[in-house]
């Protein structure tokens, strides 16, 4: 090797077989070919991700394959003899599985991953995945119907989780405000597809539950291919709407395959404009209910009314209220038994009540004094006023109180009267 400065020029010896030195170096031809070498041996490698950048120019297609948990991304080159061979459905969000190989450019010292094979994650094996799942929280009982919660007849506010600008956002929004036009909504944006919206999704489920203004929650999706609902099928989502006390609704838009979160929402729609009808009533169809139903209970009012009328005549109409006279009429001969046998029955108790008397007054009679007295007996009492009953009773001036049938006598003891003898 001749290297030249300022004129001069110097010779460097190198050998391609040994490790380059100072004295020794490489040229890059020999660096560049090494590293080719060194490449081309590593061979192919299947490598799964996402797609995040795919762009065609000129038959070849340029772009990114993204890791499905780390923040890693790296860029590949599909030939367009290659792309001809690969599914005409490959675009930017799936998820693939891809046959690279390291391709380093001498000329130009770039380094590109060239595949050669590309192809869709197998279905088989995501639909194994998401069918344990299901088995597993349907074991839980996530998937009841008793554990399904009632939506409200009128929400005063409704959380809407949906993409941003998103066609999903404006269907549900207008519908709801065509039904009633005085709704309310919060929107909580988040993606709706690709590896963000687990975190996402779970995220705006659980602030809009938190809110205790909102009184049901809308997840909404226009639809898509399986692949690209995946993401509300993953566990987190579905974890998040179970634990949800506010009512949700799933309105992912597609009918074929089914995310599992239909399974745990507490209403299904199957579409954002199905999911405004089902939340929101009709402003216009409630007012010809009122109307139907006022109708149906005037009918019923009037018809029970007059049902009331027509028996009160069927009653009047009746012997028994036609006149009131026949009551005293067919009663009359036992009025005047009644009250002969009840002047009979009273003269009887008084009659016995007044001989009772009498003779209750003459035994009374019989023992009062005062009839004693009249037989000509007399009571004497002496000064302290106690009956007299024997001569020591009335020592000799004593004073005496004598009462007869008719005043009373005062007078003066003597003394015991000599006795008479009786014969």
């Known amino acids: ?141 996530l998937f009841d119907a008793s554990r399904k919660k009632p939506l409200p007849f009128l929400p005063r506010c409704i959380g809407l989780v949906t993409g941003k600008d998103s066609d999903a956002e404006k269907d549900v929004l207008r519908n709801a405000q065509l039904r009633w036009p005085s709704v309310s909504f919060r929107v909580v944006h988040a993606a709706v597809q690709g590896d963000r919206v687990p975190r996402e999704v779970s995220a705006a489920i659980s602030a809009l539950d938190a809110d205790p203004e909102v009184d049901v929650i809308i997840v ?12 509300f099928s993953d566990e987190s989502v579905l974890r998040a709407a ?26 299904r729609a199957s579409t954002p404009t199905d999911a405004a009808k089902r939340v929101v009533p009709d402003v216009s169809e409630e007012l010809d209910r009122i109307d139907q139903a006022r109708a149906r209970l005037s009918l019923r009012v009037s018809a029970f009314v007059r049902h009331e009328i027509d028996r009160v005549e069927q009653l009047r109409s009746r012997p028994a209220l036609a006149g009131s006279s026949w009551i005293v009429d067919s009663r009359a001969e036992d009025l005047t038994r009644y009250v002969a046998r009840g002047t009979e029955l009273l003269h009887r108790v008084l009659e016995r009540a007044g001989n009772s008397t009498s003779e209750l007054g003459a035994r009374l009679r019989a023992l009062s004094p005062q009839s004693t007295l009249d ?35 005062t007078g003066r003891s003597e003394g015991e009267a000599p006795s008479s003898g009786r014969g």
């Not at 890791?67 to 675009?91: N, R, Y």
């Not at 949800?244 to 209403?267: M, Y």
């Not at 004497?380 to 004598?402: E, F, H, M, N």
Request: net charge neutral.
């Open 375 to 409: 037989r000509g007996y007399a009571i004497v009492q002496g000064p302290s006023g106690g009956i007299v009953r024997r001569p020591s009773d009335a020592p000799p001036a004593s004073s005496l109180t004598i009462t007869l049938a008719e005043g009373t006598l």
């Open 220 to 231: 909404a999706r226009g639809g898509g291919d399986f692949q690209n609902l995946l993401g």
């Open 1 to 141: 090797m001749i290297l030249r400065a300022g004129g001069v020029g110097l010779a460097v010896a190198f050998d391609p077989s040994g490790p380059p030195t100072l004295e020794s170096p490489w040229p890059v031809s020999v660096f560049s070919g090494k590293i080719k070498a060194y490449l081309d041996r590593l061979g192919t490698a299947w490598v799964e991700g996402e797609i995040t950048q795919w762009g065609v120019s000129g038959g070849n297609v340029y772009g990114k394959l993204r890791d499905l948990t780390e923040d890693v991304t790296v860029g590949f080159t599909i030939w367009s003899s290659v792309k001809a061979k690969l599914p005409d459905d490959l675009k930017q969000g799936d998820r693939v599985i891809a046959l690279f190989k390291p391709n380093y450019w001498l000329k130009a010292g770039t380094l590109s991953m060239q595949v050669f094979e590309m192809r869709h994650v197998g279905l088989g094996d995501m639909l194994e995945r998401l069918e344990r799942l299901r088995r597993q929280l349907a074991s839980e009982g």
């Open 242 to 267: 179970a634990a949800c006390a506010t009512p949700l609704v799933s309105a992912i838009g597609h009918e074929a395959d089914r995310p599992l979160l239909d399974e745990v929402a507490d209403l």
